[in-house]
C-alpha cells in the first residue's frame, strides 16, 4: 500500500521560512511525479510545485522564487523549502504522487501571521 505522510507544518510569521517533507512508502522511482498542493479554507485545492522522475520542476506563479521543491531518492523524500512566507500561503499543504494514479497524504497546516 503506498503511504506519503507529510511534516513541517506549522506556525510562522510573514517572512519567514518552512520547510515541508514528505516521505513515501516506495521508491520515488515508482512515480512519474511528486508534487506539493494547498487549499486554503473556502478554496480549491491548487498546485504549489511539482518535480517530474528527470528533476524537471514547475510551480505556481503565486511562489515562484520564494518556494523550492527538491527530492532525496535515497530515503524517498521530497522537499519544500518555504521562504519570504505571507499570509496567502496560509493552507493545509498536500503532498501528492503520481504512478499515474494519484496518491495523497494527509495533509500539514501551515499558518503565516503577519
Known amino acids: 500500500q503506498v503511504q506519503l505522510v507529510e511534516s513541517g507544518g506549522g506556525l510562522v510569521q510573514a517572512g519567514g521560512s518552512l520547510r515541508l517533507s514528505c516521505q513515501a512508502s516506495i521508491s520515488l522511482f515508482s512515480f512519474n511525479s511528486m508534487g506539493w498542493y494547498r487549499q486554503a479554507p473556502g478554496k480549491q485545492r491548487e498546485l504549489v510545485a511539482e518535480i517530474n522522475s528527470d528533476g524537471v520542476t514547475n510551480y505556481a506563479d503565486s511562489v515562484k522564487g520564494r518556494f523550492t521543491i527538491s527530492k532525496d531518492n535515497a530515503n524517498n523524500t521530497i522537499f519544500l523549502q518555504m521562504n519570504s512566507l505571507k499570509r496567502e500561503d496560509t493552507a493545509v499543504y498536500y503532498c501528492?504522487?503520481?504512478?499515474?494514479?494519484?496518491?495523497w497524504g494527509q495533509g500539514t497546516q501551515v499558518t503565516v501571521s503577519s
Open positions: 501528492r504522487g503520481r504512478r499515474p494514479t494519484n496518491y
